[in-house]
């Protein structure tokens, strides 16, 4: 038997409405419902980090939170650091000059946490940016390029 809600989330600034199942992960709204689909699924149980989006500034697994826990809640996607693709922001052209990409799967969850980590401390260490990493899994890159996007950006 289902139990539906109605919940309204601001999403990348904009107010937002779903009717959702009271067991339908944050994710699965975000995708599915609101077609934002730059967030990906990887795990589903909290492992990869693929899944990272902020809610009221603070990285979350989408797939850990129920919609309706975020319900009257600020959320940010990856869609939100680039509204305009042609124009990727500071830290994705970054990870792009310096091969922080490569299937791009994980991609999304570290930028969002990464843009979290960076607002608390706009230049981090190395030690620091692998910490902040430590939250994901990434099956390409091996995180060096990531971390050198990172002290790119902090001008280290
Ligand atoms: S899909 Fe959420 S942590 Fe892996
Ligand atoms: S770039 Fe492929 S999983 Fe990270």
Excluded: K, W
Excluded at 26 to 52: F, M, P
Excluded at 107 to 130: F, K, Q, Y
């Amino acid at each position: 038997m289902s139990d539906t809600r109605a919940i309204t989330l601001t999403v990348n600034g904009e107010p937002r409405q779903a009717m959702v199942d009271v067991r339908t992960t944050l994710v699965d709204v975000l995708r599915d419902q609101l077609r934002l689909t730059g967030t990906h699924v990887g795990c589903e149980h909290g492992v990869c980090g693929a899944c990272t989006v902020l809610v009221d500034g603070e990285p979350v697994r989408g797939c850990l939170m129920l919609a309706v826990q975020a319900d009257g809640r600020g959320v940010e996607t990856v869609e939100s650091l680039a509204p305009d693709p042609a124009h990727l922001n500071p830290l994705q052209a970054e990870f792009v000059r310096h091969h922080g990409v490569q299937c791009g799967f994980c991609t999304a969850g570290i930028l969002m946490s990464l843009t979290a980590a960076l607002r608390d401390n706009p230049r981090p260490t190395e030690g620091e940016i692998r910490e902040t990493l430590a939250g994901h899994l990434c099956r390409c890159t091996g995180y060096q390029g990531m971390v050198d996007a990172v002290l790119a950006l902090a001008g280290r």
